[in-house]
């Protein structure tokens, strides 16, 4: 079975500073890759994802992630957050479980206060 | 589009009592999920539909939970009887089908659970 570790709980963080959160993930095989954020008060959104091709991916906000397959990592940046950024983030990873269908992972999530 | 829809959106009962949470799907998705979140970790797969047939309910514990889909659109999760460890966030989320593992979810608000 597949597991997801993300490596903070909690960020904290002034506004202009840049972010990344990293994600690790155990899985032998092809994985499908998201990041998902929760604003206070609100539902589980999907901030980027990845299945192939260029490692980088964009999503929105500004925010990237970069898929490293050697390091079995996806790790979310953005560059300079802001007060709205503030937010819980999710790593999860989507495998092949058996029997036809696919299973979706999280990690524990961290979250991100940023100051402003 | 209208997103996921849930009911209620908080409850509080004893433990031992019954409990249900009521699902409706975004219009299409054939596929739907259920997740159960604990406090400080991350959404964690209880069981998933594909139009109404289960495909995967392996972490359901099966000897208090209940789910069901039948005419393939809303779904109703029930525990009974309820213990003080299923107190939790349970969320539904759906996606327009498994794929390969790369069709993203789509959340909806969830149901906080308190179990006195």
């Known amino acids: 079975a597949q597991s997801v570790s993300q490596h903070n709980h909690h960020v904290i963080l002034s506004e202009a500073a840049s972010l990344e959160l990293g994600c690790n993930y155990s899985?032998?095989?092809?994985?499908?890759l998201f990041w998902y954020v929760q604003y206070p008060g609100q539902h589980l959104q999907l901030l980027l994802k990845y299945f192939s091709g260029d490692p980088l991916v964009k999503g929105i906000k500004g925010f990237e992630a970069e898929f490293i397959k050697s390091k079995f990592s996806f790790n979310l940046r953005k560059p300079s957050v802001q007060w709205s950024d503030t937010a819980e983030y999710f790593c999860?990873?989507?495998?092949?479980?058996?029997?036809?269908?696919?299973?979706?992972?999280f990690g524990k999530g961290t979250k991100l206060s940023v100051i402003p | 589009e209208a997103g996921v829809a849930q009911s209620p959106r908080y409850k509080i009962i004893e433990k031992r009592q019954s409990v249900a949470f009521w699902c409706n799907p975004i219009s299409g998705h054939a596929t739907l999920y259920w997740y159960q979140q604990i406090l400080g970790q991350g959404p964690k797969l209880l069981i998933q539909?594909?139009?109404?047939?289960?495909?995967?309910d392996s972490q359901l514990p099966k000897d208090r939970f209940s789910a069901e889909r039948l005419k393939g659109v809303d779904s109703t999760l029930k525990i009974q009887p309820a213990k003080l460890e299923d107190s939790a966030v349970y969320l539904c989320a759906s996606s327009y089908g498994q794929g390969r593992g790369n069709q993203p979810q789509h959340f909806g608000d969830g149901t906080r659970l308190s179990i006195l």
């Open positions: 999860a990873v989507n495998a092949y479980s058996g029997a036809g269908s696919y299973q979706l992972t």
């Open positions: 899985y032998g095989g092809t994985v499908n």
């Open positions: 539909f594909q139009n109404n047939g289960v495909v995967d």
